[in-house]
């Protein structure tokens, strides 16, 4: 069955330093997310992409965030300068079909900032 | 703003009885509903989901949830659970009218005794 792969699993980085997180989504989806999920709370919506450029981001997702799909693959999401409160687990997730399509969400990363 | 509610933090219930997982959810005149599970360490699997026909309707494991219009609700329930049901269970629902993200709920973490 396809799915949904990310990399790392699990990340630990200083404070201010630039971290990428990594996913492979199903290799006919058209629509990408990424959420985050804070020890111990919901899962929050960061960002959707489609067709090249964000369709729809939340205020969590400030200027230290930029995703990017670099080679047709691919799917990154970029932070900047990390802050402590960026330790998360970030979960990647694609769709193939706008309207009734569902979800496919990968394992997730884990960031731990220090 | 669009919000999903799960009243329940945690339940625990004896191995081979029923259970019911609450799910409520903010107005919107056309929600797609979602339920996902997570077990310590995984990524989101999705159990069920109801985009449109009949309100009963069944996943994989033997969950089924049933829509609720005028409650707006999306209740969960297995007839029989089972050890390997612990895990922590998401109610999301993408609001058409809102855009094409996913909102989830807090969570309710599921414990099984023997």
């Known amino acids: 069955e396809p799915e949904v792969t990310q990399t790392p699993s699990h990340q630990v980085t200083q404070m201010g330093q630039e971290v990428i997180l990594r996913c492979v989504p199903i290799s006919n989806h058209l629509y990408f997310y990424w959420y985050r999920q804070i020890l111990g709370q919901k899962v929050e919506f960061l960002v959707s992409?489609?067709?090249?450029?964000?369709?729809?981001k939340s205020e969590i997702f400030d200027d230290q965030f930029s995703v990017e799909r670099p080679d047709g693959s691919n799917f990154t999401l970029k932070i900047r300068s990390t802050k402590l409160e960026d330790s998360a687990m970030y979960f990647c997730?694609?769709?193939?079909?706008?309207?009734?399509?569902?979800?496919?969400f990968g394992e997730g990363s884990r960031l731990t900032v220090l | 703003a669009q919000s999903v509610t799960q009243p329940d933090i945690h339940i625990t219930v004896s191995e081979g009885a029923s259970l019911e997982l609450r799910c409520n959810y903010s107005y919107g005149a056309t929600p797609y509903l979602f339920w996902y599970v997570q077990s310590p360490g995984q990524g989101l699997q999705l159990l069920l989901k109801y985009f449109s026909g009949d309100t009963l309707v069944q996943g994989i494991k033997g969950f089924e949830a049933e829509f609720k219009r005028s409650q707006s609700s999306f209740n969960l329930r297995k007839p029989s659970v089972h050890w390997s049901d612990a895990a922590e269970y998401f109610c999301?629902?993408?609001?058409?009218?809102?855009?094409?993200?996913?909102?989830f709920g807090a969570g309710t973490i599921l414990r099984v005794k023997s």
């Open positions: 997730a694609s769709k193939d079909r706008g309207t009734t399509g569902e979800l496919f």
């Open positions: 999301a629902v993408r609001f058409m009218e809102y855009g094409n993200k996913l909102v």
């Open positions: 992409f489609y067709n090249n450029e964000i369709s729809e």
